[in-house]
């Protein structure tokens, strides 16, 4: 039915049973020729699905060799659904021809599977990860408000310390401040980092409930 829905297919049913024939031509919207005209059809085919459960042979290789004598390496792709098959397995191997039956099929299929599970897996293994990595980010947000204290402490104590020094040197430039400032700022900076990471490695740790009790008595955080 795809096929035929396609303009630029055309698309012909065979079959020793003209009835047969008439009935499936029908039902997909396909023209009929009669069975002794096969080797025509072939000559002319760019793909054959066959499945006549006749028991032999319908399509010999030296039988397909004759039909497209005259049409080279043109492409043809037979899919052969017969049980037992329809046509010769050295049919595959004339130029052009490309030979697929149920064992192909049911390769293909197992591939499609075996994608869909891999796709599966990596889905999944995604998934963790990103459950793993959110869950991270929701422990360490649970030592951000101290995090953030203890810098706004810090910088409390770093201001102070600074406008005392410069009061009592007095007469200092712009640059001179700017310069005092930068290195305060700096010295606080690493001073912080250590006890910062470690109270986001161990947030929601008895550890981390240590390490935040005691960095709020040592900056007297409430």
């Given at each position: 039915r795809a096929?035929?829905?396609?303009?630029?297919a055309s698309v012909v049913v065979l079959n020793r049973s003209k009835e047969r024939a008439v009935e499936l031509a029908d039902s997909v919207g396909a023209t009929v020729r009669d069975f002794t005209e096969l080797n025509?059809?072939?000559?002319?085919?760019?793909?054959?699905?066959?499945?006549?459960?006749?028991g032999e042979v319908v399509v010999t290789a030296d039988?397909?060799?004759?039909?497209?004598?005259?049409?080279?390496?043109?492409?043809?792709?037979?899919v052969d659904i017969a049980v037992p098959r329809d046509v010769e397995h050295a049919a595959?191997?004339?130029p052009g021809v490309t030979l697929r039956d149920l064992h192909d099929l049911r390769d293909w299929a197992q591939q499609g599977v075996d994608?869909?599970?891999q796709e599966t897996n990596e889905v999944r293994s995604i998934i963790v990860q990103e459950v793993a990595r959110f869950g991270e980010v929701m422990?360490?947000?649970?030592?951000?408000?101290?995090?953030?204290?203890?810098?706004?402490?810090?910088?409390?104590?770093?201001?102070?310390e600074v406008e005392r020094y410069v009061a009592q040197l007095g007469g200092l430039t712009k640059q001179d401040r700017e310069a005092v400032e930068s290195l305060t700022k700096s010295i606080v900076a690493k001073l912080l980092h250590s006890p910062s990471m470690q109270l986001k490695k161990s947030a929601g740790t008895p550890q981390g409930e240590r390490i935040s009790a005691a960095l709020r008595d040592l900056f007297d955080i409430e």
């Open positions: 096929l035929s829905a396609d303009a630029a025509d059809a072939l000559h002319h085919a760019d793909v054959l699905l066959t499945s006549t459960g006749s039988a397909l060799s004759s039909a497209r004598s005259s049409v080279g390496e043109r492409p043809l792709l037979i595959g191997d004339l994608a869909r599970a422990v360490e947000r649970q030592a951000a408000p101290l995090i953030a204290e203890l810098h706004e402490r810090a910088e409390q104590i770093r201001q102070a």
